[in-house]
T-cell receptor
Framework: DVKVTQSSRYLVKRTGEKVFLECVQDMDHENMFWYRQDPGLGLRLIYFSYDVKMKEKGDIPEGYSVSREKKERFSLILESASTNQTSMYLC??????????????FGEGSWLTVV | DAKTTQPPSMDCAEGRAANLPCNHSTISGNEYVYWYRQIHSQGPQYIIHGLKNNETNEMASLIITEDRKSSTLILPHATLRDTAVYYCIVRVSNFGNEKLTFGTGTRLTIIP
């Protein structure tokens, strides 16, 4: 069974803390994504990566950075957490191309509360 | 990237077919239409995708208009477990530039 695993389901952090959200996929996918989801705003892309050490900014990259040192792992970093980063964070992965059967897989989400 | 438009909410009686529309009038030739759903507090679940032909799998059917400017997801016999937010996604895939553009989603409520 295919899997995208997010290391932490629920986190509570203090303002100013450095926060790491980890994501691992076991499907040898080239592409990995980080989204955040907020009520009324839907899913918004923060960053994505199409290969090891490669990254592209999404729609809302401010306040975030990412790291992809290995193909299976994509980390989202909040250098100095702020209360407006309280949200649910979703990791996803996919193979390149959109041929039949190519599917985007999502993790279960990480609920981050910054106090 | 093509944007999608969906109604914010819909109701459907249990056992009936649920038909969820999506408008993607600016879709380009190499973009696929994907449908996902999200049950509260969980990650989105893949349902179906297509390019221009109609598609069917064990979960649903996808009907894409001939001009590809809109599509409809059909859940043939809705159950209470189908209550969720459904997202229509247009996906472009060029190497190094793969993006997902999410619609606003439709909150589908199945009525007993």
């Amino acid at each position: 069974d295919v899997k995208v695993t997010q290391s932490s389901r629920y986190l509570v952090k203090r303002t100013g803390e450095k926060v790491f959200l980890e994501c691992v996929q076991d499907m040898d996918h080239e592409n990995m994504f980080w989204y955040r989801q907020d009520p009324g705003l839907g899913l918004r892309l923060i960053y994505f990566s199409y290969d090891v050490k490669m990254k592209e900014k999404g729609d809302i990259p401010e306040g975030y950075s990412v790291s992809r040192e290995k193909k299976e792992r994509f980390s989202l970093i909040l250098e100095s957490a702020s209360t407006n980063q309280t949200s649910m964070y979703l990791c996803a992965s996919s193979a390149s191309g959109t041929g039949t059967g190519n599917t985007i897989y999502f993790g279960e989400g990480s609920w981050l509360t910054v106090v | 990237d093509a944007k999608t438009t969906q109604p914010p909410s819909m109701d459907c009686a249990e056992g009936r077919a649920a038909n969820l529309p999506c408008n993607h009038s600016t879709i380009s030739g190499n973009e696929y239409v994907y449908w996902y759903r999200q049950i509260h507090s969980q990650g989105p679940q893949y349902i179906i995708h297509g390019l221009k032909n109609n598609e069917t799998n064990e979960m649903a059917s996808l009907i894409i208009t001939e001009d590809r400017k809109s599509s409809t997801l059909i859940l043939p016999h809705a159950t209470l477990r189908d209550t969720a937010v459904y997202y229509c996604i247009v996906r472009v895939s060029n190497f190094g530039n793969e993006k997902l553009t999410f619609g606003t989603g439709t909150r589908l409520t199945i009525i007993p």
